[in-house]
């Protein structure tokens, strides 16, 4: 059994370490920020009182998507567990659906089942459940750099200096860092090669809300969560004990929505979507957070055929992240972490420069795609929006971004349409795998193609503009 540190006790760095303990490796989570989490059943104090600067997002709208639950239900009960016992929301993506829209509940749709929680909550249960499965975490520490055997072109890490000096040893470090991630220059500093990194501004600005229920009650959800409309995309994300969120996302560039960061004018926006305006109507527990300037970036370890140093790995999005919107990022992870968690049960981390290139090659072969789609789906929606605010009609010589849209046009009309939309939003079904089904791709055509560029209920351009007037 090796001895793991994991760097950040993030969403990535927590489901790794408990996967990894669960095989009994020595894991060890070092994580700059120093203040530990509430009692995980306090979710007041995790909502409130919890600080943690090193994740710009921590107080954010967060929404775990199908594809997380399944993994969380079948590789970590326990958290799953944990996470009913302290409150958080069970939610079935199709049921959750206007009946008309999706027809009456059949056997399989329990496929959407998720369990959902504001971030703080998810992150107090899963530190529990980390330090149950025997994992150490120490906290307040900042790694600053590696540790090598010397060697030059391809050093193997074997440990991280922290900011006062003391060295740490480890079989095997797995960044888990986050969209900041210092690796590539540790690794540079100590003399390796740089990592093949791709990246460029998501483009898009968040302005989010958190609400509590007044009654007790949570809003209905009158289509799918993540709605499109003209210059902007509007999300509803139910939360954990009665809470959740509103997330008006545009084009960062859209100077001319940029008042939506005002809480009146925020307020007075979101009033003109008809299946959303109802979702503003509970008791503010955050004011309207923005952020921008959020990255898509992906980091391989692994360059011109050959590492670039062995011995450490970096998983979730300090190896891949784009912008959040589609909800895909603790998904990704914990897919990453399964990954890293099998190939140890095959290769011995002594063996570090087969476990550096097996490792490059299972996240290229299953992460990577999945990044890339995200990244597709994020430059069409940009491009759109641009063309929304220069009043003028998105054009692509991509026939896929044409059949997306038809998708989801159809989906509000027939119920097996409903089903394929929402498996590709819940993570759990490719574009491919949908369209590939019998006849599928025939019935988006007929029933999608006409439909208008946005076919919900809700503000133009123009009408937005004069509500933030
Ligand atoms: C606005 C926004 C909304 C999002 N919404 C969703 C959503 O709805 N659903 C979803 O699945 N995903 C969402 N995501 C993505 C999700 O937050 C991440 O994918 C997920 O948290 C995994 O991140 P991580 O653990 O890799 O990194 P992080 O959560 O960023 O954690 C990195 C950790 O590493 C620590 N660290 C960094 N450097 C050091 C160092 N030198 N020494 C010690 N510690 C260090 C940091 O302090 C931090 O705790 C969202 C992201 C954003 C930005």
Not at 431 to 437: A, H, K, L, N, R
Request: proline share 6%; net charge neutral.
């Amino acid at each position: 059994m090796a001895r793991i540190l994991v760097l950040g006790a993030g969403l990535a760095g927590l489901g790794a370490a408990i996967l990894l303990a669960g095989d009994r490796h020595e894991v060890i989570v070092v994580e700059r920020d120093p203040a530990g989490p509430p009692p995980a059943a306090d979710t007041e104090a995790a909502w409130s009182g919890w600080q943690r600067r090193g994740v710009n997002q921590f107080r954010l709208p967060h929404f775990m998507l199908p594809r997380w639950w399944q993994q969380v239900r079948e590789q970590l009960p326990e958290v799953g567990d944990a996470l009913r016992a302290v409150g958080a929301r069970q939610v079935n993506l199709i049921d959750m659906l206007p009946v008309d829209r999706r027809g009456p509940i059949r056997p399989g749709d329990e496929r959407f089942d998720t369990v959902t929680a504001r971030r703080p909550v998810l992150e107090a249960v899963l530190s529990a459940a980390a330090e149950a499965a025997g994992v150490t975490i120490r906290r307040g520490i900042t790694v600053t750099g590696l540790t090598t055997d010397g060697r030059t072109r391809v050093p193997r890490v074997t440990g991280v200096l922290t900011a006062d000096g003391t060295a740490m040893a480890a079989d095997l470090v797995v960044d888990c860092g986050g969209r900041r991630s210092a690796l590539a220059s540790w690794l540079q500093a100590a003399g390796a090669r740089a990592p093949v990194e791709e990246r460029s501004d998501s483009g898009f600005v968040y302005y989010c809300r958190h609400f509590r229920s007044r009654t007790g009650e949570q809003p209905a959800a009158l289509s799918n969560l993540l709605q499109n409309y003209d210059s902007l995309s509007a999300i509803t994300l139910p939360g954990d004990n009665g809470t959740w969120s509103v997330v008006l996302t545009t084009a960062s560039r859209d100077r001319a929505l940029r008042g939506l960061r005002e809480p009146a004018r925020w307020h007075a926006a979101v009033a003109r979507y008809p299946l959303i305006a109802h979702w503003a109507d509970g008791e503010p527990i955050s004011g309207v957070d923005v952020l921008a300037g959020l990255e898509d970036r992906q980091r391989r370890l692994v360059a011109e055929g050959e590492p670039v140093a062995t011995g450490v790995v970096a998983v979730g999005d300090a190896w891949a992240c784009t912008n959040p919107s589609v909800g895909r990022g603790a998904s990704m992870a914990m897919i990453h972490a399964g990954l890293l968690r099998d190939l140890l049960r095959e290769t011995d981390p002594a063996d570090h420069d087969k476990l550096a290139r097996r490792f490059d090659e299972a996240s290229m072969q299953v992460v990577e795609p999945l990044y890339r789609a995200t990244v597709w789906n994020d430059r069409h929606r940009l491009a759109e929006m641009a063309a929304d605010a220069a009043g003028t009609a998105y054009r692509t010589d991509d026939p896929r971004w044409p059949m997306s849209k038809a998708l989801f046009a159809a989906s509000l009309v027939d119920p097996d349409l409903a089903r394929g939309y929402t498996s590709i939003a819940a993570f759990i079904a490719t574009p491919d795998e949908v369209f590939g089904g019998a006849g599928v791709a025939e019935r988006v055509i007929a029933l999608g193609m006409g439909a208008p560029q946005y076919p919900l209920p809700g503000a133009t351009r123009g009408e937005l503009l004069a509500a933030l007037a």
